[in-house]
């Protein structure tokens, strides 16, 4: 007998139990027992017949950079890692988007230099974008941009939080 099934035969005898004591018995409290015990049994029942599927984490996935050939096959890797392991998606965007909790990543590594997209990838929570933190007020500061995250062009228009603390002023 499966364990589904099992459990079936526990409910069942659970409701009947509670037909039983509602059928039999005139006290109050007994029959208030009753009905809970045949409403926890049909709630029961309804639960197990709702398919249930194992939750696995995703697939680890083996990339081979000798395969590598041009900037199309690293692009195709990277869309991989964004949308499954990495689970960048999530709360990024590549491109506008109304729902996006975290900043646009389209053209992102144009905008920022090789470093601070390391440090991105490796401790997302380093910096976070002032309009993108989750706690307290924001600060009227204007922070300005530590060495470490210039771009290309110098530093990016949007303020930067160095964890929960202001960049340098």
């Known amino acids: 007998m499966s364990e589904v099934a099992r459990l079936q035969l526990i409910c069942l005898s659970v409701v009947g139990s509670g037909i039983l004591i509602l059928l039999f018995i005139r006290s109050v409290f007994p029959r208030v027992i009753g009905f809970v015990a045949i409403v ?28 590598v050939k041009t900037p199309t096959d690293l692009a195709a890797i990277g869309q991989k890692i964004f949308f499954s392991k990495g689970q960048c998606a999530l709360c990024h965007s590549i ?40 706690e307290g007020r924001r600060s009227t500061i204007q922070p300005t941009c530590p060495p470490s995250i210039r771009t290309r062009s110098g530093c990016p228009g949007t303020k930067f939080s160095r964890s929960s603390h202001s960049c340098s002023r």
């Open 95 to 134: 491109g506008p988007s109304e729902s996006a909790r975290c900043p646009d990543l389209k053209g992102i590594g144009a905008k920022l230099s090789r470093e601070f997209l390391y440090e991105s990838l490796t401790q997302p929570q380093a910096y976070v974008y002032m309009d993108y933190r989750h």
């Open 40 to 67: 926890l049994g049909i709630f029961m029942l309804t639960s197990l017949s709702i398919p249930q599927m194992a939750s696995l984490p995703p697939v680890e996935e083996k990339f081979d950079i000798a395969t």
